[in-house]
T-cell receptor, first 113, second 116 residues
Framework: DAKTTQPPSMDCAEGRAANLPCNHS???????VYWYRQIHSQGPQYIIH???NNETNEMASLIITEDRKSSTLILPHATLRDTAVYYC??????????????FGTGTLLAVQP | NAGVMQNPRHLVRRRGQEARLRCSPM?????VYWYRQLPEEGLKFMVY????????ESGMPKERFSAEFPKEGPSILRIQQVVRGDSAAYFC??????????????FGDGTRLSIL
């Protein structure tokens, strides 16, 4: 079972920031938070991951709360092409017996023109 | 999703036939994962392989399914005696896992398997 909780859907206006929340209240100290997205009929696309510090790359920013029980993925200027299902996944970053990703139901982000 | 190559993109089989799905990982990656996505459902982990070794097959059905990642060549997911319920999108991912790192998995665009 997925160890994260996400809202099933969200809307965002084109050009505005999209803030996607994720709860992971049972996260362990050695588990990272990963974000992927899946655009219709394509394979999941890696976005970003982090342990406890906020992270930023060319796609998005990841804000992790101090207690690490929740996080927010921020797409600073959403475009229509960002319409996708976004998955928040917690996983042991290294040293685990397996590296499998457990996908939940994710958040369907619909960017509106 | 450039880098992880899956073929074929679409595969049609009749019930009882065999399906072979191939995955070439990103250059430099030695770890391969297979996931299945049934229609209108989320992705489910099937198997995790390193070169010539199966590390975790906890998500593989006990019968008819097998996977390999030989020393040379792509990883193969093999489904024998296919049934209608095998119709799904099968995704492969690869990573450059090291014990001291947290390298993400990168996915291919999948093989859509349809069983007639």
């Amino acid at each position: 079972d997925a160890k994260t909780t996400q809202p099933p859907s969200m809307d965002c206006a084109e050009g505005r920031a999209a803030n996607l929340p994720c709860n992971h209240s049972t996260i362990s100290g050695n588990e990272y938070v990963y974000w992927y997205r899946q655009i219709h009929s394509q394979g999941p696309q890696y976005i970003i991951h982090g342990l406890k510090n906020n992270e930023t790359n060319e796609m998005a920013s990841l804000i992790i709360t101090e207690d690490r029980k929740s996080s927010t993925l921020i797409l600073p200027h959403a475009t229509l092409r960002d319409t996708a299902v976004y998955y928040c996944i917690v996983r042991v970053g290294y040293g685990g017996a397996t590296n499998k990703l457990i996908f939940g139901t994710g958040t369907l982000l619909a960017v509106q023109p | 999703n450039a880098g992880v190559m899956q073929n074929p993109r679409h595969l049609v089989r009749r019930r009882g036939q065999e399906a072979r799905l191939r995955c070439s990982p990103m250059k430099g990656h030695s770890h391969v994962y297979w996931y299945r996505q049934l229609p209108e459902e989320g992705l489910k982990f099937m198997v995790y392989l390193q070169k010539e070794n199966i590390i975790d097959e906890s998500g593989m059905p006990k019968e008819r399914f097998s996977a390999e990642f030989p020393k040379e060549g792509p990883s193969i997911l093999r489904i024998q005696q296919v049934v209608r319920g095998d119709s799904a999108a099968y995704f492969c991912a690869s990573s450059n896992y090291r014990t001291d790192s947290n390298q993400p998995q990168h996915f291919g665009d999948g093989t859509r398997l349809s069983i007639l």
